[in-house]
């Protein structure tokens, strides 16, 4: 007697393998069987006939840290069939951090993770994972965020990670990763962390290395000086080199600036020459342009001090205008195109650019950013618009399909999901790919191929214990599609929409989707 059935589906098992026309029998948490089924008895038959069965998708870049605590349903996420994210992404996360510490950067955070309770215990990783563990209807991961160990050793603060401090750090890491984290994460363009140099990294990596970790890395643009060869990809590979950590790439991509085949794969050469020394994976998400949070475009010096330090500074005219002014100095076409995602207190405001509110009021762009920041204690979104020519969209759509059929790429769909006007990769990454992407270009991979890079390939690589695959003895992580019907329906314009085709999606042998509503079920475990 099985607890689900789902009878007369296409399994993919996530290996990469070919799909057979196979039942799937769940039994508990877990997959019990894989075969002819039909003389079975299940409580609950699943006829997937005509459909995909295949492991639940691994996203391996979500920012829904905050999201989870207050919503954890996560409809954004379930409905694409995602049943496992990994948090903690880009160095920007709560754990470990004591009680104090906590309540300063959840509210520098909240643009990007929203506002989770105060009252809750992130002063190490055991603590954090407790907080979500059969809490969500995901299952969630967490790389121990560079960001809170630099708040927990030197404040946030400018100052260089040295002695005892840094001795302290990587006791840190070390213990976060023994209590459960996967990889340090580190986001080199968000601060604290830009203040770090590569030395520092290069000490806290080689930890992690011991410890089992991965690196997880987005990319430094900001500090430059203070990163080996001003940064990017030729520092996280020497961080690679002399660590022997593991490195992963963050959402690494062509842009509308760089786009097309010969360029993406110019782009990545330098991370392909140093395989032999440099045990490397990468990321993506589907869409030609990201979103962050509106606290990130203040100067280093402004930053310093952190939460309060900010506050001060944007409450007090004379220092709000040199700040601004200072934002002012920037590119300013990238700036003035910046749309608000997220305005919890100015909600009529969301879905305007920057340029548009400039044009309303007569600010000048530094002085709509400090003003919003202001009004709302911190919390601001922002994404970047697409680029209007449908001609680069297209070949961002081939450069990503590029990327995603090597062996070493996942996809991270880096969401975001709040406020009115989110980041479509919030509800659509997985679909964009399975239906969309695929659909237009059926000669770069195979469903199988693309299905193994959302699923096993995560898994493994971020050790995730029996997940990833249909396997007997598996966790019954399910997601059931329609391969002919699936795509997202999320745009920039109208970005809170769900995706179309996945019926059912189940977690630990529970559904938390069933016929395309969610049930309410938060099975979801503190993984691996
Ligand atoms: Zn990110």
Same mark, same amino acid.
């Given at each position: 007697?099985?607890?689900?059935?789902?009878?007369?589906?296409?399994?993919? +098992?996530?290996?990469?393998?070919?799909?057979?026309?196979?039942?799937?029998?769940?039994?508990?948490?877990?997959?019990?069987?894989?075969? +002819?089924?039909?003389?079975?008895?299940?409580?609950?038959?699943?006829?997937?006939?005509?459909?995909?069965?295949?492991?639940?998708?691994?996203?391996?870049?979500?920012?829904?840290?905050?999201?989870?605590?207050?919503?954890?349903?996560?409809?954004?996420?379930?409905?694409?069939?995602?049943?496992?994210?990994?948090?903690?992404?880009?160095?920007?996360?709560?754990?470990?951090?004591?009680?104090?510490?906590?309540?300063?950067?959840?509210?520098?955070?909240?643009?990007?993770?929203?506002?989770?309770?105060?009252?809750?215990?992130?002063?190490?990783?055991?603590?954090?994972?407790?907080?979500?563990?059969?809490?969500?209807?995901?299952?969630?991961?967490?790389?121990?965020?560079?960001?809170?160990?630099?708040?927990?050793?030197?404040?946030?603060?400018?100052?260089?990670?040295?002695?005892?401090?840094?001795?302290?750090?990587?006791?840190?890491?070390?213990?976060?990763?023994?209590?459960?984290?996967?990889?340090?994460?580190?986001?080199?363009?968000?601060?604290?962390?830009?203040?770090?140099?590569?030395?520092?990294?290069?000490?806290?990596?080689?930890?992690?290395?011991?410890?089992?970790?991965?690196?997880?890395?987005?990319?430094?643009?900001?500090?430059?000086?203070?990163?080996?060869? /001003?940064?990017?990809?030729?520092?996280?590979?020497?961080?690679?080199?002399?660590?022997?950590?593991?490195?992963?790439?963050?959402?690494?991509?062509?842009?509308?600036?760089?786009?097309?085949?010969?360029?993406?794969?110019?782009?990545?050469?330098?991370?392909?020459?140093?395989?032999?020394?440099? +045990?490397?994976?990468?990321?993506?998400?589907?869409?030609?342009? /990201?979103?962050? *949070?509106?606290?990130?475009?203040?100067?280093?010096?402004?930053?310093?001090?952190?939460?309060?330090?900010?506050?001060?500074?944007?409450?007090?005219?004379?220092?709000?205008?040199?700040?601004?002014?200072?934002?002012?100095?920037?590119?300013?076409?990238?700036?003035?195109?910046?749309?608000?995602?997220?305005?919890?207190?100015?909600?009529?405001?969301?879905?305007?650019?920057?340029?548009?509110?400039?044009?309303?009021?007569?600010?000048?762009?530094?002085?709509?950013?400090?003003?919003?920041?202001?009004?709302?204690?911190?919390?601001?979104?922002?994404?970047?618009?697409?680029?209007?020519?449908?001609?680069?969209?297209?070949?961002?759509?081939?450069?990503?399909?590029?990327?995603?059929?090597?062996?070493?790429?996942?996809?991270?769909?880096?969401?975001?999901?709040?406020?009115? *006007?989110?980041?479509?990769?919030?509800?659509?990454? *997985?679909?964009?790919?399975?239906?969309?992407?695929?659909?237009?270009?059926?000669?770069?991979?195979?469903?199988?191929?693309?299905?193994?890079? *959302?699923?096993?390939?995560?898994?493994?690589?971020? /050790?995730?214990?029996?997940?990833?695959?249909?396997?007997?003895?598996?966790?019954?992580?399910?997601?059931?599609?329609?391969?002919?019907?699936?795509?997202?329906?999320?745009?920039?314009? +109208?970005?809170?929409?769900?995706?179309?085709?996945?019926?059912?999606?189940?977690?630990?042998?529970?559904?938390?989707?069933?016929?395309?509503?969610?049930?309410?079920?938060?099975?979801?475990?503190?993984?691996?």
């Amino acid at each position: 007697m099985f607890d689900i059935i789902i009878k007369n589906g296409t399994v993919i +098992d996530g290996s990469g393998n070919p799909g057979v026309k196979a039942d799937l029998g769940i039994k508990q948490q877990k997959i019990e069987a894989i075969g +002819d089924l039909s003389d079975a008895q299940g409580s609950n038959i699943v006829d997937a006939t005509g459909l995909v069965v295949s492991p639940g998708f691994i996203d391996t870049h979500a920012h829904s840290d905050g999201v989870l605590l207050t919503d954890p349903q996560h409809a954004s996420g379930i409905r694409q069939g995602i049943t496992t994210e990994i948090l903690g992404q880009d160095g920007l996360s709560y754990a470990p951090l004591n009680q104090k510490n906590y309540l300063m950067y959840r509210q520098y955070l909240s643009g990007l993770l929203g506002m989770p309770p105060p009252d809750l215990d992130m002063s190490n990783v055991t603590a954090f994972r407790n907080n979500y563990h059969k809490k969500c209807a995901v299952n969630t991961a967490y790389c121990v965020a560079h960001g809170a160990i630099r708040i927990e050793t030197v404040g946030f603060n400018d100052v260089p990670l040295l002695g005892k401090d840094l001795e302290n750090a990587k006791t840190l890491v070390r213990e976060s990763i023994e209590q459960g984290a996967v990889a340090l994460a580190t986001g080199m363009s968000y601060y604290p962390n830009s203040w770090s140099t590569t030395e520092e990294l290069i000490e806290l990596c080689s930890t992690a290395d011991k410890a089992g970790g991965l690196y997880v890395t987005h990319l430094r643009d900001v500090n430059t000086e203070r990163g080996f060869e /001003g940064g990017g990809v030729e520092e996280a590979l020497e961080i690679g080199r002399k660590s022997g950590v593991k490195v992963h790439f963050s959402h690494f991509r062509t842009t509308p600036e760089d786009f097309g085949i010969m360029s993406a794969k110019e782009k990545i050469s330098l991370i392909d020459k140093a395989k032999t020394e440099v +045990d490397s994976t990468l990321e993506l998400y589907p869409y030609p342009v /990201g979103s962050s *949070f509106a606290i990130m475009t203040l100067d280093s010096i402004s930053q310093n001090g952190g939460t309060e330090a900010i506050l001060d500074r944007l409450q007090d005219p004379v220092k709000r205008k040199i700040v601004a002014k200072l934002i002012d100095t920037y590119d300013s076409r990238s700036l003035d195109h910046l749309v608000f995602t997220n305005l919890p207190k100015n909600q009529d405001l969301e879905g305007m650019s920057v340029m548009d509110i400039c044009s309303n009021t007569g600010m000048t762009r530094g002085q709509v950013i400090c003003d919003l920041l202001l009004k709302e204690d911190l919390q601001v979104g922002f994404r970047s618009v697409p680029p209007t020519s449908g001609a680069i969209w297209r070949h961002l759509m081939k450069d990503q399909m590029y990327f995603l059929s090597r062996p070493d790429y996942m996809l991270g769909s880096d969401q975001i999901s709040l406020g009115g *006007f989110p980041h479509p990769r919030a509800y659509g990454a *997985f679909p964009r790919f399975l239906g969309r992407y695929l659909r237009q270009l059926p000669d770069i991979m195979t469903l199988e191929t693309m299905i193994n890079r *959302f699923t096993h390939n995560a898994a493994e690589r971020f /050790g995730l214990t029996n997940r990833g695959l249909l396997k007997e003895g598996y966790f019954a992580d399910v997601v059931v599609f329609n391969p002919d019907t699936i795509i997202d329906t999320a745009t920039f314009d +109208d970005p809170k929409q769900f995706p179309i085709g996945i019926p059912h999606v189940i977690v630990n042998g529970e559904f938390a989707v069933k016929d395309e509503s969610c049930t309410g079920i938060l099975a979801g475990h503190a993984v691996p």
